[in-house]
């Protein structure tokens, strides 16, 4: 696609439930990246994906959060079990590799989450 | 520890006016710096970057200033137009690491 899209654009979800969000890259690019935004609060990185390599999941919380790539494409952030600390503005970038530091990544819109 | 900062959470800027926005850091090994901007309900978009062998750089109405020895960088942009209403991140990168380190954003707003 054009752009990275993201979906649901919104979750609302009840505290001890399990979500799934989803990031569709832009078409070509190796490396994925999940961050989340808390209320006032900068981009806090959770994990990155680059091409076959294995993750960094050094930003992951907790063990209640984990994510997949399937087919370097596609990718999936399940928060188990949430509480209401995981209640935030959840972001999928991806890029080019070689290219972050002078282009940055390119950010889908994000999923709200809100945990009641 | 945090090793990008912006100090002003919030900044109100006349239209037509110049707008600067700050960005302090702590890590001597980030060697590229970028701005990005963000809409309510968007993702961040990219904006403007720095090499730091580099102490400006020019788009437009955007220029970026990068003072090595203080550690210091700042977005300057002239003329403001109420579409520049945003927030602001700052964002840093070693050459040798794949993340950015991000600032906790100021948020603009260009009054009419």
């Known amino acids: ?116 | 520890d945090q090793q990008v900062k912006q100090n002003s959470p919030s900044l109100s800027v006349q239209e037509g006016r110049i707008s600067i926005l700050n960005c302090d850091y702590t890590n001597s090994m980030f060697d590229y710096f970028l701005w990005y901007k963000k809409y309510p309900a968007e993702g961040p978009t990219f904006l403007i970057s720095i090499s730091s062998i580099k102490d400006k750089n020019e788009d437009g109405r955007f220029t970026v200033f990068l003072n090595k020895s203080a550690k210091h960088l700042s977005l300057h942009i002239v003329p403001s137009q109420p579409g520049d209403s945003a927030v602001y991140f700052c964002a840093a990168s070693a050459v040798s690491n794949y993340q950015l380190i991000w600032g906790a954003g100021t948020k603009l707003i260009i009054k009419p």
Do not use: M
């Open chain 1, 1 to 116: 696609g054009a752009g990275v899209s993201q979906s649901p654009s919104n979750k609302v979800t009840e505290k001890g439930k399990d979500v799934e969000l989803r990031c569709d890259p832009i078409s070509g690019h190796t490396a994925l990246y999940w961050y989340r935004q808390s209320l006032g609060q900068g981009l806090e990185f959770l994990i990155y994906f680059q091409g076959n390599s294995a993750p960094d999941k050094s930003g992951l919380p907790s063990d209640r959060f984990s994510a997949e790539r399937t087919g370097g494409s596609v990718s999936t952030l399940t928060i188990q079990r949430t509480q209401q600390e995981d209640s935030a503005v959840y972001l999928c970038a991806s890029s080019l590799p070689g290219q972050i530091s002078v282009y940055g990544y390119t950010f889908g819109s994000g999923t709200r989450l809100t945990v009641v």
